[in-house]
């Protein structure tokens, strides 16, 4: 990655490179333009892992399947919001599901059940079908504020969703940042993440961190290779400069202590 910058500054902290599996980024992309999407490509592709094409929207939006083959050009992986694979379960349509990411050429899929109520057996049998063809990331917490789950759960869930062939568990806080892993406030559930980071691995999770205070956090906490998402189309590259120390948040964080002592006048 590094002979991609602009100058060999010294001390940044190393990043791994694609295909990553750590220190992932994922984005959402809310239905921006093919236009767009282009733009977004030229800057950001070398810094995103994963494109998400949020919640319900990729079934109103147009040019979909050029800039889903855009997207695999640049090397992401590309897969519709879990909200939309339980619109298809919610009707009882898996099977058509299926037949519509096939007739995207995607190559990942989600699986959640932040909505619907499902079994975590049904749950499990979906991730373990759909990983036979795609990359299957699944998404575990409620998107409805004020659903407590305990962090037990998470943690059973998470594991037992890794098993039956999940890439990475995701840890749900909406685009919004305040549910979930979250408190309404934005502030991180503390005990929670605690939690489960002392029983799943840090690399097989994904955070749901759409606020720069968020990103911040789990940078800060767990290193620049943090798996993060849900992260905007244009936050790509100040994220990225977050997980480098190139910005203020965390110009501190990642430098050597020699360096951290105050300059001489």
């Not at 002979?3 to 959402?28: A, C």
């Not at 407590?148 to 995701?170: C, D, T, Y």
């Amino acid at each position: 990655m590094t002979n991609q910058y602009n100058f060999n500054l010294p001390h940044l902290p190393k990043r791994s490179e694609k295909p990553r599996k750590e220190g992932i980024t994922m984005v959402m992309d809310k239905g921006i333009s093919l236009r767009q999407a282009e733009d977004f490509v030229e800057v950001s592709s070398g810094f995103v892992d994963f494109v998400k094409l949020g919640f319900g929207t990729s079934i109103i939006t147009k040019n979909l399947q050029e800039k889903v083959k855009l997207y695999q050009k640049a090397g992401m992986k590309v897969f519709v919001g879990g909200t939309l694979f339980e619109a298809f379960v919610v009707r009882d349509m898996f099977d058509d599901y299926r037949k519509y990411i096939s007739s995207l050429g995607l190559d990942a899929a989600e699986v959640s059940d932040g909505s619907v109520e499902l079994s975590h057996e049904k749950k499990c049998e979906y991730i373990s079908t759909l990983s036979k063809e795609y990359t299957v990331v699944s998404e575990v917490g409620s998107k409805e504020e004020g659903v407590i789950i305990h962090p037990a759960r998470w943690i059973n869930m998470m594991q037992s969703e890794l098993e039956p062939g999940a890439f990475k568990v995701i840890a749900e806080a909406r685009e919004s940042g305040n549910v979930g892993i979250f408190h309404k406030n934005g502030s991180a559930h503390t005990m929670l993440i605690n939690r489960i980071v002392s029983k799943v691995k840090l690399e097989n999770i994904i955070w749901e961190t759409p606020q720069k205070s968020q990103q911040v956090y789990f940078l800060k906490l767990f290193g620049c290779d943090v798996n993060l998402g849900n992260i905007a189309v244009d936050d790509v590259i100040p994220l990225e400069t977050l997980r480098l120390g190139l910005r203020g948040d965390t110009f501190f964080t990642f430098l050597p202590e020699a360096l951290k002592q105050p300059l001489n006048s």
